[in-house]
């Protein structure tokens, strides 16, 4: 008896060591070829640091006009790329915008180059050639081969801190390159200023001010090397100026320990026997130089680069944990990935004294919670923000207080539109912070003011000269002849009013409530009931003339166009299916939507949809049509969302540089996945329920935060069985096509029972 018990506790050990073993599957390469925009390197699960390559020095601006291939390096890797320019510390994963690429760091050997070359003649600059065949990304490290000079790169991170290190050959000419002109969608400009102070022969500490996406952004570093460089300098490249002052005095190129410009490139001279290492740490503050030498003596204090790599892939097992799946291997890939990705955004935004920079561009305290950025909000509300409220309550619970420190330090008095580094850059349609804020407060995640955060909900919803917004409270729509894409936010913004609907109804205010129920209810202004679409309004009221269904361009609609657009309305599907005729005809609608042609001229006026992120019509590659793919259940038709659903997994993610369809929007992509694969879906946040479809795992069990756990168990799931036939919650049948959000959070078991045949289960 005695020998079985140890078998069997050696066993169950076995299997817990083996739960936390999750980092394995995660494959950070995965998107970075294509549309996905995500990148390899090194971060932590919302670290502030993401300490990865750039493969090229693309410009944001050509002849003076947007340069297209720019988008291709949102990220600042593209997979299909041979060369690489260097390290730098700060990433957005997946967007189809972009900013950062801060403190660019390159080892190099031989002659001192200070310009990077190009793409196609390596050895004409400080880049190199590398191979993926000597590239490894991991959970919280890259290593690669740069293969020119014969070094090899490797790359960890801590939240606030980057580490790298460098293998150098036996050289008396090894050099580091600090590389300050550099940055993702740069353009001449970009840089308002750049400041350096040489500390010591060890030690170097800095900011930088730029003017991109986020138009008033500072970014402070503190750099240590573990061993003393012997020379240093910089090059300029400003352009001349009328004002020069009288710094000219000195000799500035070669050892000067102060150094202030616009456009510079710094270097580190080093001796180097064969196979040294050299080490870097580079931390980030918002704040101040003296707070990113202490994020640096914080969490990095020695210089053991294993043991931190270590520790960053037990952070990301910790989190990964959180769900533990039975799937086949490659699912499993799929799965963990997406939790990664899922995990990087939002961003930590403060020092470990809590210190962080406000949208008023003051320094903050963040005081009862970690305050975060990069709010991605038209994406992200969708699924990542609900996702968060089931797996990560108390992150969320900071992001939201995040969003209200936002709005207390905005002069404009609004919530975050799409937020990053103490600047809102106005980025996309909507006002989802609402959507956010609701669904957190409704979902019990929010533990600060439920009024204060309703009035911010308010205020930004009545902001009249942004956008639109007055036109859409005089008038119902916004018209045509006003907005290029009036029918987009008119939409979104019809959703978010629900949303405040439904905040306001949880705390008893039903007078707020009845207005922006109301309000919720323009959507119908842009409904052509002649056509069966969404359609521009004019001024007048009548439905502009030029009207073209498939087109993305000139017809109101922001990445989309109005067949996917037109199946938005997820606060009321029920409304909008009688609107399109009842259920029979809304069924055939989605049908067509799934199964029809997308002419070539389709993709002519937009970079961010290709044919990839497409099946039939339906855009996958970006967010407006997510939830579609469930509409089918209030058609009576579940079948059908549950074979979309499975069809949509198998071809929109794969375990591959190419796997994602379209921009992975800092995690949104990856948070479908996840919902989907476990069976079930927020078609409508603000809501406490969600949809149900069909499971793609074997088994997960769901670990939360309050103790209890949550399993799934899918029996007979295969790539044939993708119905389901009966649905039980904790033994009793599940009699409806919704789960709601208390089933979940109480802990419990779901029970799907899979089939090769359709079923109507309901």
Not at 542 to 559: A, L, P, R
Not at 696 to 707: D, M, P, Y
Request: glycine share 8%; with cysteine; proline share 4%.
């Amino acid at each position: 008896m005695t020998k079985i018990l140890l078998y069997a506790l050696f066993c169950t050990s076995i299997a817990a060591n083996a739960q936390q073993n999750l980092s394995k599957y995660v494959k950070p390469i995965i998107g970075t070829q294509k549309m996905g925009h995500t990148y390899p390197g090194a971060t932590v699960p919302f670290g502030a640091v993401q300490l990865s390559p750039e493969t090229d020095t693309i410009s944001y601006e050509l002849n003076g006009k947007y340069n297209g291939d720019v988008y291709k390096y949102c990220a600042g890797y593209k997979y299909e790329d041979k060369t690489i320019v260097g390290f730098s510390h700060t990433h957005f994963s997946g967007t189809g915008h972009s900013d950062l690429g801060d403190f660019l760091i390159m080892p190099t050997q031989g002659k001192l180059q200070l310009n990077p070359g190009t793409a196609s003649d390596a050895k004409s600059g400080f880049r190199s050639a590398f191979s993926h065949k000597n590239e490894v990304a991991k959970a919280g490290y890259y290593k690669v081969k740069l293969d020119d000079d014969n070094i090899l790169a490797e790359l960890t991170a801590t939240k606030r801190v980057g580490m790298h290190q460098y293998t150098f050959p036996k050289s008396d000419q090894s050099h580091i390159i600090l590389d300050l002109m550099s940055g993702i969608y740069n353009y001449e400009e970009k840089n308002v200023w750049t400041y350096v102070r040489v500390v010591n022969d060890t030690l170097i500490t800095g900011y930088r001010q730029t003017n991109g996406w986020a138009r008033t952004r500072t970014v402070y570093f503190a750099l240590s090397f573990s061993k003393p460089f012997i020379n240093y300098g910089q090059k300029n490249h400003d352009a001349k100026q009328p004002y020069r002052g009288f710094w000219g005095k000195f000799d500035q190129s070669k050892n000067f320990p102060e150094i202030a410009g616009k456009q510079i490139r710094m270097y580190f001279d080093f001796k180097t026997e064969e196979q040294e290492k050299i080490k870097i740490k580079l931390a980030l503050s918002p704040v101040s130089q003296e707070n990113a030498v202490k994020n640096m003596q914080t969490e990095i204090p020695g210089w053991n680069f294993n043991a931190i790599r270590e520790q960053a892939e037990k952070d990301w097992d910790n989190e990964l944990s959180k769900i533990v799946v039975n799937a086949k291997e490659e699912d499993k890939v799929n799965f963990y990935t997406a939790m990664y990705h899922a995990f990087i955004s939002p961003t930590t935004y403060s020092d470990v004294n809590g210190q962080y920079k406000g949208l008023d561009q003051n320094v903050h305290e963040a005081k009862g919670f970690n305050n975060y950025t990069t709010f991605s909000l038209w994406d992200t509300y969708r699924a990542l923000h609900p996702f968060f409220n089931i797996i990560q309550p108390s992150r969320n619970n900071d992001m939201v207080k995040s969003m209200m420190a936002h709005y207390d330090q905005s002069a404009l008095k609004m919530l975050p539109i799409w937020s990053h580094y103490a600047n809102d850059n106005w980025c996309m349609s909507g006002y989802h912070s609402v959507s956010v804020v609701a669904d957190a407060v409704i979902k019990g995640v929010y533990n600060g003011d439920p009024e204060a955060a309703l009035q911010a909900c308010i205020a930004t919803a009545n902001h009249r000269n942004y956008e639109g917004i007055g036109l859409y409270i005089d008038k119902g729509y916004i018209p045509a002849e006003k907005s290029g894409v009036s029918i987009s936010n008119t939409l979104e913004y019809a959703y978010d009013d629900w949303c405040i609907a439904q905040l306001a109804k949880k705390i008893n205010k039903q007078d707020i409530y009845n207005e922006y129920l109301k309000r919720s209810g323009n959507w119908e202004n842009n409904f052509d009931p002649s056509s069966g679409f969404m359609r521009a309004r004019m001024e007048d009221g009548s439905f502009q003339k030029k009207f073209d269904t498939m087109s993305t361009h000139g017809q109101g609609f922001i990445e989309g166009n109005s067949w996917n657009y037109s199946f938005f309305v997820p606060q009321d599907p029920s409304l909008l299916m009688q609107r399109m005729g009842g259920k029979k005809k809304f069924a055939e609608k989605l049908d067509t939507l799934f199964t029809m042609h997308l002419p070539d001229e389709f993709f002519a006026d937009t970079e961010d949809i290709t044919r990839e992120g497409i099946i039939g019509g339906y855009v996958h590659g970006n967010e407006p049509a997510h939830h579609v793919a469930y509409l089918y259940n209030w058609a009576d038709q579940p079948w059908k969302t549950q074979s979309r659903v499975r069809m949509i997994l198998k071809m929109q993610y794969g375990p591959t540089p190419d796997g994602l369809g379209g921009n992975d929007d800092c995690g949104q992509m990856s948070a479908w996945y996840i919902f989907s694969s476990l069976g079930f879906y927020p078609v409508a946040p603000g809501s406490d329920e969600y949809a149900i479809g069909s499971p793609a795992i074997k088994s997960a069990t769901l670990k939360l935060e309050n103790g209890k756990t949550f399993n799934i168990e899918a029996i007979n799931q295969g790539d044939e069985n993708v119905y389901v036939s009966k649905v039980l919650l904790n033994g009793n049948p599940l009699k409806r096509l919704t789960l709601k959000h208390d089933e979940i959070i109480k802990g419990g078991k779901l029970t799907f029972y899979m089939s090769a045949k359709p079923t109507k289960f309901k």
